[in-house]
């Protein structure tokens, strides 16, 4: 199945900081990548749409300036939590629309990266 | 809007117990369905879809049928295994369009007891 990475896995930094998550697709081009945040025994909440070549687009109610998204390639996607604090503190999951093989996924699956641990000090 | 109603966890099973997990949507048209699973400390892999009605999804011994008349996509299992505990997420993705969002439930938490 289609590949989706994330670096760093996990991560500790001070407060005040800025921390960058890198989200790649391996074996396939992704022109649309999502960024999802992830509390404690909770459900995915989606944090923004990211287009290639594109601005990302932002959920109601996350700030554009403190989660920038840069999707440089059709392999890459960033996301930097500026200014990180303490509450930013969660498990941060990037996906990637798979955009579909002969035998493989559907246009309409995504594939997710393993995850991010953020720990704001 | 879209909305994924899974059952409440968490469950707990022994091991080559029968397993079923509701999930039920609404939306309007016919969304794609899917169910995730998430082992712990890991993302989210797809277990399996299904794109239309009367459609049954199938990995690993797990299966779920979508079901338009009833709007659900449970998630069953015969025998589970040890190696089964994980969060399971049901989620939809509408149709048509370019929006390629998932709406996800709020996972069901599985643990299997040798």
């Known amino acids: 199945g289609a590949v989706v990475s994330q670096h760093p896995s996990r991560v500790i930094c001070k407060s005040g900081t800025s921390v960058k998550i890198e989200c790649r697709s391996l074996d396939f081009q992704a022109t649309t990548m999502f960024w999802y945040r992830q509390f404690p025994k909770q459900s995915l909440m989606l944090m923004a749409t990211?287009?290639?070549?594109?601005?990302?687009?932002?959920e109601q109610g996350v700030e554009k300036d403190k989660f920038l998204i840069n999707h440089a390639s059709l392999t890459l996607s960033t996301l930097t939590v500026t200014s990180a604090h303490p509450e930013d503190s969660s498990f941060y999951i990037c996906?990637?629309?798979?955009?579909?093989?002969?035998?493989?996924?559907?246009?309409?699956?995504?594939?997710f990266g393993p995850g991010t641990r953020l720990t704001v000090l | 809007g879209n909305s994924v109603t899974q059952m409440e966890g968490p469950v707990t099973l022994s091991e080559e117990a029968f397993l079923t997990i509701n999930c039920t949507y609404t939306?309007?048209?016919?969304?794609?369905l899917f169910w995730y699973v998430q082992y712990p400390g890991e993302g989210l892999q797809l277990l399996l879809k299904a794109t239309k009605a009367d459609d049954k999804g199938s990995n690993k011994g797990f299966e779920a049928t979508y079901r338009k008349e009833t709007t659900s996509f449970h998630l069953e299992k015969g025998s589970v295994q040890v190696s089964d505990s994980a969060v399971y997420f049901c989620a939809l993705r509408s149709s048509g369009g370019s929006n390629y969002k998932l709406t996800f439930g709020k996972g069901t938490l599985l643990t299997v007891n040798p």
């Open positions: 996906s990637a629309r798979f955009p579909g093989l002969a035998g493989g996924g559907g246009p309409d699956t995504q594939y």
């Open positions: 990211s287009n290639e070549g594109s601005k990302a687009t932002y």
């Open positions: 939306a309007t048209g016919y969304p794609s």
